[in-house]
């Protein structure tokens, strides 16, 4: 089994900066892509920023704003978040494409608030 612990996330006003943290453990060969989605309450749940085998891609609306940063060799993701704006308002979900040996799998966290103010 793999699990996905995040941390970071809380309240803060338009224009400050947040950092989450994700790290993956388990039974892990493998983790082929490993960032960040969210969601707010009646919307599905977007891709913010994902490192794809060591190149990061980005929602349009986090572009400037948001940086990922991948730790391949301790199984960690973080996203800096800066110049926060209400809209970015949301529960944020790690999410990781991991193979055990066979096959691959998506796991996600458990969710981070994350509130700004405006």
């Known amino acids: 089994q793999v699990q996905l612990v995040e941390s970071g996330g809380g309240l803060v006003q338009a224009g400050g900066s947040l950092t989450l943290s994700c790290t993956a453990s388990g039974n892990i060969y493998s983790i082929r892509s490993m960032g960040w989605y969210r969601q707010v309450p009646g919307k599905s749940r977007d891709m913010v920023a994902m490192?794809?085998?060591?190149?990061?891609n980005y929602a349009n609306s986090v572009k400037g704003r948001f940086t990922l940063s991948r730790d391949v060799a301790n199984k960690m993701v973080s996203l800096q978040m800066n110049t926060l704006k209400p809209e970015d308002t949301a529960v944020y979900y790690c999410k990781a494409t991991v193979s055990s040996g066979h096959g691959w799998f998506d796991y996600w966290g458990q969710g981070t608030q994350v509130t700004v103010s405006s």
């Open positions: 490192s794809v085998f060591g190149a990061e």
